[in-house]
């Protein structure tokens, strides 16, 4: 008994190299080659699912004990998370594609005649917003063109596809250039449009053959 006490103080004859060596030489048996650990999605499963856990364990205690319900909750986040990921993309994307011509041409009379954009016109430049006054008879140009005959009208088409469609030597094409430079600089380009730049506008309109009978000297009366 002495002798085998005085055993246990004494270093151990297997030391740690071989038993390295041993446990690296049991594990390349045929039996152990199937077996891996946890991949890294496994090991970011496990804890998503422990912070979630940990989280929830706040409000309503002894979840823990319950991994079936914790997996529930886990996908469902996660099948939150992915939707609002789309969601965000897809408003993204459809935002980058909306042109904002579109946005601020919408607006105007429900009757798409140019007299009824014509008659907004005037009545724009009577309260002296010749901004607006210019947005409407340009548009009242566009539809006096569609009577004529040159085009369907279209607010998804642009100013300058519009001048595009006339053929060079068209008649109407120069006086609807002209209007549509000056719709462009005070509508877009942010130019300040006065009783004279609308006056412009509606000498370029009676060459395409509309009478608004536009009066500058009583327009604020």
Avoid at 92 to 119: N, Q, V
Avoid at 126 to 131: A, K, L, S
Avoid at 167 to 195: I, K, Q
């Amino acid at each position: 008994m002495r002798a085998e006490a005085e055993a246990f103080g004494q270093p151990s004859a297997f030391g740690q190299g071989r038993a390295k060596g041993k446990l690296d030489e049991i594990l390349t048996r045929r039996e152990f080659q199937g077996v891996e650990g946890p991949s890294w999605f496994d090991q970011l499963r496990a804890r998503i699912q422990n912070w979630i856990l940990e989280f929830l364990e706040k409000f309503f205690g002894g979840l823990e004990s319950h991994p079936t319900l914790g997996n529930i909750l886990l996908w469902v986040a996660v099948g939150a998370a992915v939707f609002l990921l789309m969601l965000f993309l897809m408003r993204y994307f459809l935002k980058s594609t909306e042109s904002p011509s579109l946005k601020l041409e919408a607006e105007g009379p429900k009757s798409h005649t140019w007299k009824d954009w014509g008659r907004d016109a005037l009545a724009a430049a009577g309260r002296g917003d010749y901004r607006e006054a210019i947005h409407m008879a340009y548009w009242a140009g566009i539809f006096r063109m569609e009577e004529l005959g040159s085009w369907q009208a279209d607010r998804s088409r642009t100013h300058r596809e519009y001048l595009r469609l006339l053929a060079a030597d068209d008649v109407h094409r120069a006086p609807l250039a002209r209007m549509t430079t000056r719709f462009e600089l005070v509508w877009y380009g942010g130019s300040p449009a006065s009783a004279r730049d609308f006056e412009s506008v509606i000498e370029q309109l009676e060459a395409l053959g509309c009478n608004l009978r536009w009066h500058p000297a009583t327009a604020n009366s």
